[in-house]
């Protein structure tokens, strides 16, 4: 499989019908940081597709975008708003809680989550809460390590076995990616595609 095109579609404060809905949807979650706009960005090779942000908690909306449009290929990704961001109010931190359960219970159409964690640290609890969240909901999802062109290749299992340990799964299951050097490219459009055409 490969990207050929991708648009920004909507961003909505709580999920509902937006046009072009009943793709397959591919969601990207993690924590406020990791990462998930410049994966979005490198995967579609759009520097100004997703806005990113050294601002910890700038996506606090679902945002979806159009990939592949008018081909066999076409699918929706679903950029869903970091957690764990301190600066963050209750208030908040209960819409946010709200817009997530919102969208898992009424999404017909989700295929995968891509979970994304910091290869260099260990999760946080509100990654493993994250995690276990989508295990009690059945929702499929693949790990994915970012910003893995800041470690050696040959450092890389000494960072995942943690991470696996935390979450409760294979270090060699972790997607090693980088939206810099395009390492685990190949492999995440790879099970992207397996999850659209499951």
């Not at 017909?108 to 964690?117: I, N, P, T, W």
């Not at 990654?127 to 390590?145: C, E, H, P, S, W």
Request: charged share 25%; glycine share 10%.
């Amino acid at each position: 499989m490969e990207i050929k095109n991708a648009k920004f579609v909507t961003s909505m404060a709580q999920y509902g019908r937006f046009t072009g809905i009943g793709l397959p949807q591919i969601a990207v979650a993690g924590k406020s940081n990791v990462g998930k706009s410049s994966l979005i960005n490198a995967l579609c090779r759009n520097g100004k597709l997703a806005k990113t942000s050294g601002t910890p908690g700038k996506t606090r909306l679902l945002n979806v975008f159009e990939i592949n449009g008018g081909t066999g290929d076409a699918f929706h990704l679903i950029d869903l708003p970091g957690y764990g961001f301190a600066r963050v109010d209750k208030g908040e931190k209960l819409r946010w809680g709200e817009m997530m359960q919102g969208y898992f219970d009424n999404t017909r159409e989700l295929k995968l989550v891509l979970q994304l964690v910091d290869i260099r640290h260990e999760p946080t609890q509100d990654d493993i809460d994250m995690v276990n969240f989508l295990r009690a909901t059945g929702a499929k999802f693949q790990l994915i390590a970012t910003k893995a062109d800041k470690i050696s290749r040959g450092a890389r299992m000494k960072y995942t076995a943690p991470i696996g340990r935390a979450l409760q799964t294979q270090p060699w299951e972790l997607i090693c990616w980088s939206s810099e050097n395009g390492d685990g490219r190949d492999q995440l459009l790879k099970v992207i595609e397996q999850a659209i055409k499951a």
